[in-house]
Structure formats: structure tokens, C-alpha cells
């Protein structure tokens, strides 16, 4: 008899974490917003792992690897940290720092990090800083330790009507205005 009661328990347990899953897959076919939060946050966290994994091989190598240079490697293999500037100014570290500025408007990103790095800083910023809407991302130049992020931040829960501002192009703009070129 003890052996039919134990097997009948394990059976209602089974079909009680069955009626969860079936509950929880019901949910999320029904609710597309939460399929693609969760969708999103694996995919954060995937990146995460991949920079970490990356992070540690790169500083096995340490500067006898191919194609690295000292400061580089010393840079991913140091922690993410958040680190205030001003009361309303934070950036996360990394080989390309994020800057997050925090606005009554929202919040504009300078900079977005290094793709390796990118899903951290931003998990920091928005767990640490805010998780206000993203108004505005501007991108110093096209260097991958500062666009490498860019695709992470609009869909982490930013607003759709965000707008992304180059820096460069506004610079190299001035140039070719300044040294003559395209005036009358």
C-alpha cells in the first residue's frame, strides 16, 4: 500500500507542475508582450554570459594574445561598475563607458558600450540608475567600443519614438563647412 501512496503522490505532483507549464504556455501565447519581455530578457542575458565567457578567455590570453592590445584586455576583464558623475549623470565602465543622463522627460544614453559588454551595462544602469523611457541615444563616432550596444537599448523597454543622434556626422559636417567646402 505505501508504495501505490507514494506513486499516487508523484503522479498528482506531475500533474499539478504539467497544469503550471500548460498554464504558463496559455499565457504567453495569449499575451504577446510578455513572450517578447521574456524573449528579451533571455536574450540579455545570453549576451551577458557570451561578454563574461569572452571577458575571461581574452584575459587568459592576457597581452600575448593575437590581435589584442594590453589596455584593451586589462579594460574587459575588469567588473562593470556604475559610477555617478552628478546627481542626474551615471556611466557605466567598460572598454567604452555608457553614460546614462537622467531627464524629466526620460533619459538619453551617450555612448553604448561594447557589444561583449553592452547587455551588462545596461542591466546595471536600468537596475541601478533608471528605468525611465530612453528619449535619446547619441553615438560619439563609430568605434565598436561605442556603437556596440546600440541594437540592446530600444527594445529594453524604451519608448518607439526614441531618437538616435551621431556625433560625427555633426562633426564632420562642421569640418567641411569650416574649411570651405559646400559654401558659395
Do not use: C
Not at 7 to 16: R, S, Y
Not at 147 to 167: C, F, H, Q, S, V
Not at 178 to 184: E, F, H, S
Request: proline share 3%; no cysteine.
Amino acid at each position: 500500500m505505501h508504495y501505490k501512496q507514494q506513486t499516487g503522490a508523484v503522479l498528482q505532483w506531475l500533474l499539478a507542475l504539467l497544469a503550471v507549464f500548460a498554464a504558463a504556455g496559455v499565457w504567453l501565447w495569449l499575451d504577446d508582450d510578455a513572450g517578447k519581455s521574456l524573449k528579451r530578457g533571455a536574450e540579455l542575458h545570453a549576451l551577458a554570459v557570451i561578454g563574461d565567457a569572452a571577458a575571461k578567455r581574452m584575459s587568459a590570453m592576457g597581452a600575448a594574445g593575437e590581435g589584442t592590445h594590453g589596455s584593451a584586455v586589462d579594460l574587459i576583464a575588469r567588473p562593470i561598475e556604475i559610477r555617478q558623475i552628478s546627481p542626474r549623470v551615471h556611466y557605466a565602465t567598460g572598454v567604452g563607458n555608457t553614460v546614462m543622463v537622467t531627464t524629466s522627460d526620460g533619459v538619453v544614453i551617450f555612448d553604448t558600450g561594447l557589444a561583449l559588454q553592452s547587455a551588462q551595462q545596461l542591466r546595471l544602469l536600468k537596475e541601478q540608475v533608471s528605468d525611465a523611457p530612453v528619449r535619446y541615444v547619441v553615438l560619439s563616432h563609430s568605434h565598436a567600443d561605442h556603437i556596440g550596444g546600440a541594437k540592446l537599448w530600444p527594445e529594453a523597454g524604451t519608448r518607439n519614438d526614441y531618437e538616435i543622434y551621431w556625433l560625427q556626422a555633426r562633426i564632420d559636417d562642421t569640418r567641411l563647412r569650416l574649411n570651405g567646402a559646400g559654401n558659395p
